[in-house]
């Protein structure tokens, strides 16, 4: 409704009304100007109804919404069903053009306009969360690990020759079979034992650069967040030893938005050294459904001809879940989002050290892991040479305790070619068991309270359990969390007073 | 609800009335019950109410929304806004596992049945629609392009020393680049004329072949849909040389799916010589929004290496939104919609003839294209040497006519390194000028004759515009259809009578 | 988004793009120009998209969703669930003031003007349905029977010494309870027996405002939609005595709109003689939720009245229900449904009539109901004496048929101090026991076609068991539908093949 | 799904992880089991995907649900709009029978129960909240005044002769009207002014009664919440009085169940003397869109009665507003929110306190209204005699703040045939203008701020304003709210910073 409408809807409303109702629309209507005028992620969150309009007016500017358009096309975004349509708001042009994955589209202006939004506003909050050297990213419609692939084939084009990968050690599979997929040969660097924590072993790194041939190398593939107590890569010196080798350098910062120390370190890399490209995974670091990163780096062209590497177009629906939630939440929003993981990772220390040695066992010194902890699992709490550890997973899955992983050495394992001792310790002989835990974004004190209830009755029975049936052996433990490990006879019991 | 809960609200409703819900719920858990035993894409779709219950009924299998869960992991699938938790219908824990997209995710059950039974309705549409020899798919979060990437990636692991792929020549850009981005070197094969159509030149992918050496070849990568006056590739006879050759065969059957005679050549190929993968997209074919496509093959073990190349989770939403619409069809429901096509087809060439032929063009003679067909653009109709015809897309364009092409000799450009004569004509040199219109699955009667009235009106004005402004010469015309032309002086006019 | 929102999309997408989108939203803004400057119904529907765009508008009027509007009132239209909001497009304020149910909202600018288009549509509706003659209209939040006693209420005050309402009989509880609720008597005028039809008792009406004196009636209560074999009253003629006697004639046109036979009758009845008013349901005849009605007449003074008794705010939500439906359906989508209506009376005629025949029954001769039916049901199809027919509507009932009334004999029913003979067959004494069904707006020949059989298999059933279980009384029939009868032991079957 | 579904996902997905799902789901449905065995409003508020959950089987009950249901009555619940259709939920039956509002339809199984447990946790509530005296309700989709009207007319059937309605003054329009429109005359009985309290005189009320026969007064009929400086009525006397003289009481306590005094006062009206309905909307009370009030009373048979009159079925609209909200809050989240309110009230109070004194005003000792309170217009602040006061409320209204009444003295006002002197102030003569402010359920510290430091720049300017245009008289304030007093110069502006 224009102002004209507003006219005549005064011969049908009171005039004095309409015209508030019109000053209403006014503001809003501001909003969205302010919002196209400015293309910054706004301050304060806007309200659902108001995210609601805009979405719905970007979408009568795409060509399928039109009244009276004819498709003579082979893609004309008709949509069969209604279920489907309603969900992505009669967006389906999805985004991007068969060169460019940021490409305007002539049939889709709206979803084009939200999707350079969604960039802008995600170039903002990486930038908001500490990494001012980014000058640009880009939003795909893939997971990290996908994203990691693309940047390596886009690096393949400017060092044809580059065979290697150099990797310190992180062990998740899809980090490591990125390498792979992207058709090249991982060179895994092993972590160093300092203290508790699992550091980047810099020597190494230098060592096989120079025997493998800088030219050869591809580039240091490095990580933020992991899983304690492996802790971030010392990213500030190996983005000096790419600058001195002049080899690029990728970094998997797949949930490190959400810590201010693990931005600091790219930021500091960007800084003094070369980074090319970080990555970050949007479910992870903002709350949206799992299906999308940002691949983002201080150079510009850089990330211009990662965007170009996808060929064809793209689904829009992880630019518009990260374009409403940012816009919902606002930057504000988001800090207090930060500020309360903060919080709780401090709560969630305290209260399993607190657990930790009511049963004998202690929390893990990790102080350079700023998202993921650690807890000891020794004979004391659950059986010794940690055989019976291994259930502890399990126990924890069937009273609903989703998240943790039980990490015991014994396990090694082929991926991809490649065979990792003891895979999921990040070391092929770290000292101890133990169980991890995390603090992630959107995590409550509910959440670590009935976490922390449920372990301290778990520990108590697994200690138990490891006295009555010493001679079980469970295997090793997967580490991909608790899951993988087969059903108990435990029933599910997801409540903790009934 | 379960029998218990009915029993009780017969204390509340007379039980008569209460047992005959009981009834109308067992017959709907009935329907449930048969999708899950038989696995099958059903035959009659379901009602959307329906379809949003077993949605429910999946989102409650997933650990995020468990009542009393508690999440300590760095991934729980916690969704910030509402808005997008309920678009996702709370879904959020994507689909696949580190280690492989068709992996089954502990946290989430729900989400995993919904991907293995989207996957069940990809292959069964795939054999519904001609492939019979379909032995597996896999449904991937990608457009068709990256897709192709994927595909590529993965036999780079058998053929570690090819570096070439065989291309007969199909001018869309996001083809090509799928070469390109996944490391190798285009071998393009210059297509034949033969009467209007253009099509595989045979003998020249065999020279190649024997003079690159069939090791040194990927795979040759072949086209079924695609623009008149192009046709199909000839699959049969080259899938025969692979076989011959021991050289792979990718398939790109974007928008093939839709027609029997595109998926009949496939199942040929599969049937007489060598097809590795074959790939659509499924927004395209399937009327969902842009953002997903189905690899599929004859060889199961194939697909299931293509599946483990991704790594990491990957967005749930073109599985969620394939599922819901092959549900709420049923096969009844698609295969009407494939009749319709057709019909549609043979009305817009007959339409399409006619207003040419008042004009003084012609329909050209494609035969072999199933689903686009071009009429000529000569001086009669628009102007002399074709210049003038590059203004008819961007006036079809302010009409609110979607999806046309104008072809016009002259563009050469530059793509990923390789220089294309006369891009966008799929020739170095076609004889003349076109505009290309397709049916497209989901077109309708209404699109049809408002797209040969608009049509009529243009080309009416078109031609006497090329008297008044003989010498203006617009430049080639971009062949990504109109809208990348510059705006002209038309307003916007969707309407035809009004 | 305005213009100069338009205006700076333009840096982030091409010009050409936004412009053509900028000129499609021009054309969505002037469609809903068009509405507020023509305040009609519009010929052609409008689709779902931009009636939630207006919805969404219409929503943004409400001081409830002002930005930064603050309520220091005691009702400020919060609302406590997101859901509820939503479900209500965030119009929380209802329609009308404490005076007066269509008086203008202060807070609610926008509830206010969709009330005032609902009740302009309303009023085309009844002009297009047939009755030209209505010159006001009021949608009250209430079904019809609340509806008619809001008018019996207002009459009270024009005449304050009646106390009767003359009423011919028709066998709905609701119709009678009006008169009682309004405290008035209801003095019933049993109907003639013409053939199989029940008519007015012309005759008997003038004799008893003869009787009673016209100045103690206070209406005469007439009826248009009922089930056969009862047909609509003789309004022309009922209206001709009420203007003779100077009497307030009230019609209840219960489901009538849809038939034009029942539109012509009432209009015929204002043009020829008096009518106060005719009250319509919304769900019955415009296929929305239960909930609303429509008081119309030819005398606006007598609407405002009505309108003007409802004291308080009401229920926006009927008013919603029946915008959006008219809206949506347009004049042409609203004929169309009228016109299929006439199809299926036709059709359910015919194969009812077939059927009957078959087992030895006869549809009733009713040709002045245009909507509802009546086949009989003698000894031959159902055992004599009617005893067994009751079980009919339970056995249909059980398979999934709805809405047929199995109307016998012998059941004497008290209804708030009224005994009426044989409730439910608007006399005392029907020749025969039958059975009912209605073609109403919305069925469709699925509908006809399953119950036909389901019909034809349980009469064969319902013949067989009267021969075993003679002695077996089952009562007298309830009229109001099979579904108070109770539980048979057949069990649900709503499947016509399996 | 039920068991023996999860049990063939087994073959899809891991045993597992679908028995842990099982598990979740089972938990679910224990929740909706407890519901449905315990027949309580649970404490605990159930989340949004339960309740919609519960939404979505309660419509699988209706038989417009039913697959393969065919229907051949006059109304099927068949919606036309799929937008409608959503919103309801597919409940489309409405509630009650034509005989009761209350009753069980055949038909809706699902729409009934739902009904049923609306009614039964609104009972719950009104108990929770302080008339644990209270024996039956029912949930009327009538704004407070219909459902007032609706318990006259049933009173009227106990008390054929009776006339009179004894009501002490209270100036809303629609409280005065409700006798109106249900026949009755009203005794107006005028307040006493105590204090600055206008309160209940009791001896006016027993001098009527003997004066005009308690016999010949229908009931008399009170209220509770009402705006300051009126305060609620002296509930237990005129419960007294009603029972020593055998004569009916009705209370309005239209917003009265957010304050526990208000309940208090019911409760101990019942205790000692007579009550027969107390009517509360549940707009006010429960923050839901408008539309539906609660009929309340220790009698069960008179509730019974009352439901009995409605004729016809009614919208399900309201019933659906409260279930969802009063499950969604659970009784603890209620109680949170009468809690917030109470503080709200304290806060309000002294921030108006505060700005009166800051302007030479004060705020009108009201101690015994717990909700509404009233700020002096004297001279001082606003200009001398009160004339210039009206401006305040419009200029309150263009700062988006809504809800204020001003009241001055000098406004006559015909209702219905009565003549209020001063309507609006509650009293014939009432000392001073005022200002009305509420703190009612759901008020946030936000809205208070803002109306109060808007209030205090309004009141400055207000003061400079009469200075100059000292001669012009704005006329009476309307008192039902700013928003009809016509727009002034003033702009619209919401903003607080700006």
Chains 1, 2, 3, 4 share one sequence.
Not at 91 to 117: E, F, M, T, V, Y
Not at 141 to 155: D, E, N, Y
Not at 196 to 219: F, H, I, M, S
Not at 241 to 266: E, F, R, T, W
Request: proline letters at 4%.
């Amino acid at each position: 409704m224009n102002s004209e409408c507003f006219g005549l809807a005064e011969r049908l409303v009171d005039r004095t009304y309409v015209q508030q109702a019109l000053q209403a629309k006014q503001a809003l209507t501001n909003q969205i100007r302010v919002l196209l005028e400015h293309r910054k992620w706004p301050e304060e969150g806007w309200d659902e109804a108001t995210v609601e309009l805009l979405l719905h007016e970007l979408a009568l500017m795409d060509s399928n919404n039109f009244p009276g358009n004819c498709g003579v096309g082979e893609r004309e975004a008709r949509v069969a069903s209604g279920l489907v349509d309603r969900r992505h708001f009669r967006l389906g042009h999805g985004i991007g053009r068969s060169g460019d994955i940021s490409a305007i589209q002539p049939k889709a202006a709206g979803s084009s306009l939200l999707n350079r939004l969604a960039n802008i506003f995600a170039l903002d909050v990486i930038k908001l969360a500490g990494v001012r050297a980014a000058a640009a990213c880009v939003l795909v419609p893939m997971a990290t690990g996908m994203g990691i692939v693309l940047c390596l084939l886009t690096l393949r084009h400017q060092r044809p020759q580059a065979k290697y990968v150099l990797w310190p050690r992180i062990d998740q599979k899809s980090c490591f079979k990125a390498i792979k997929t992207a058709g090249f040969e991982a060179v895994v660097i092993e972590n160093r034992l300092e203290g508790d924590e699992l550091r980047t072993d810099l020597a190494a790194v230098e060592d096989k650069l120079q025997e493998l041939g800088a030219d050869n190398v591809l580039c240091v593939y490095s990580t933020t967040s992991c899983f304690a107590p492996r802790v971030p890569d010392r990213l500030e010196e190996l983005a000096e030893l790419c600058k001195k080798y002049d080899v690029p350098h990728v970094i998997n910062n797949a949930y490190g938005v959400q810590s201010s120390k693990c931005m600091h370190l790219i930021q500091q890399a960007c800084r003094v050294g070369r980074v090319d490209a970080f990555i970050q995974s949007t479910d992870k670091n903002f709350m949206v459904p799992v299906g999308g990163s940002i691949i983002a780096g201080p150079d510009e062209r850089f990330i211009a001809e990662v965007s170009k590497m996808y060929p064809g177009r793209a689904s829009a629906s992880p630019s518009i879940d990260l374009f409403i939630t940012l816009l919902s939440l606002g930057r504000s929003g988001y800090k207090k989002l930060l500020a309360e993981r903060k919080e709780m990772f401090q709560y969630l220390s305290a209260e399993l050290s607190r657990v930790a040695e009511e049963k004998g066992e202690r929390l893990l010194k990790t102080p350079h892991n700023p998202i993921s902890m650690a807890m000891s699992l020794t004979g004391s709490a659950a059986g010794h040479d940690g055989k019976d550890v291994t259930q502890l997973g399990a126990m924890l899955f069937t009273r609903c305790v989703s998240g943790t992983r039980v990490v015991a050495p014994g396990s090694d394992k082929d991926i991809a070619g490649h065979t990792f001792r003891n895979f999921g310790a990040h070391h092929d002989n770290y000292p101890c068991a133990y169980l991890t835990a995390a603090a992630a974004v959107g995590m409550t004190k509910t959440d670590v309270d009935a976490f922390i209830k449920r372990l301290g009755k778990v520990l108590g029975k697994s200690k138990s359990r490891s006295d009555e049936r010493e001679g079980s052996f469970a295997g090793a433990a997967e580490p991909e969390e608790q899951g993988s490990v087969e059903s108990t006879a435990d029933t599910l019991d997801c409540s903790d007073e009934r």
